[in-house]
């Protein structure tokens, strides 16, 4: 599964849209990107997955390059709820496991 | 949709004894759990992979006759860590998938810690 690297950590004022990064330059035709966040001392929380095109659910927008090299996950009026580490994955399609880096810690300031 | 719950939450127990912990995925079917562990501050390691009916497959570096995965039903996966010390104090986490589908949901967490 290709590699993601994410920034350490980030901040956003509550109620602000949040955007966070992740490059996958070494992504193949097959790998979806997947995003997850974890809570403090919670299990992690599924977000959002796509392959190619945009995509948009209750929790958050997923926007992926036109080369697929790099994606933003938007959460579009960040909570102190949405204070979590948030994992970026690339996952083969048909795999089972997911390999989590160290992910990029948001806090959401009042 | 897509909740998986584990059993218990927390536990404290004495070192040399045996803990289980369950998974269970609360409205769909399971066809494969996952077990991870997370050390504070460290992120998620996967232990193993099992598949509803068959034997677990685990990652390298994990004992399997320490680390006792039993995936009998598709919608319970249980984690028996035995002889336990207290260098396996950490959080273990279970996820789940269905048929058909990559999405993985995970479960709350079971803080261990062996005194």
């Known amino acids: 599964d290709a590699k993601t690297t994410q920034p350490t950590s980030m901040d956003c004022a509550e109620g602000r849209a949040a955007n966070l990064p992740c490059n996958h330059s070494t992504i193949s035709g097959n790998e979806y990107v997947y995003w997850y966040r974890q809570i403090h001392s919670q299990g992690p929380q599924y977000i959002i997955h796509?392959?190619?095109n945009n995509e948009t659910n209750e929790m958050a927008s997923l926007i992926i390059t036109e080369d697929r090299k790099s994606s933003t996950l938007i959460l579009p009026h960040a909570t102190l709820r949405d204070t979590a580490v948030y994992y970026c994955i690339v996952l083969i399609q048909g795999a089972q496991k997911l390999v989590f880096g160290q992910g990029t810690r948001l806090t959401i300031n009042p | 949709g897509a909740v998986v719950s584990q059993h218990p939450s927390r536990v404290i127990c004495k070192s040399g004894t045996s803990v289980k912990i369950e998974c269970r995925s609360l409205d769909f079917q399971a066809t494969t759990m996952f077990w991870y562990r997370q050390f504070p501050k460290k992120s998620l390691m996967l232990m193993a992979t099992?598949?509803?009916?068959?034997?677990?497959?685990?990652e390298q570096g994990v004992e399997k006759d320490k680390f006792l995965i039993n995936h009998a039903s598709l919608t319970l996966s249980t984690l028996t860590v035995t002889s336990a010390h207290p260098e396996d104090s950490s959080f273990y986490i279970c996820?789940?998938?269905?048929?058909?589908?990559?999405?993985?949901?995970f479960g709350p967490g079971t803080r261990l810690l062996v005194l």
């Open positions: 996820s789940a998938s269905g048929l058909g589908g990559e999405t993985q949901y």
């Open positions: 796509g392959l190619k």
């Open positions: 099992s598949n509803e009916g068959s034997k677990a497959t685990y």
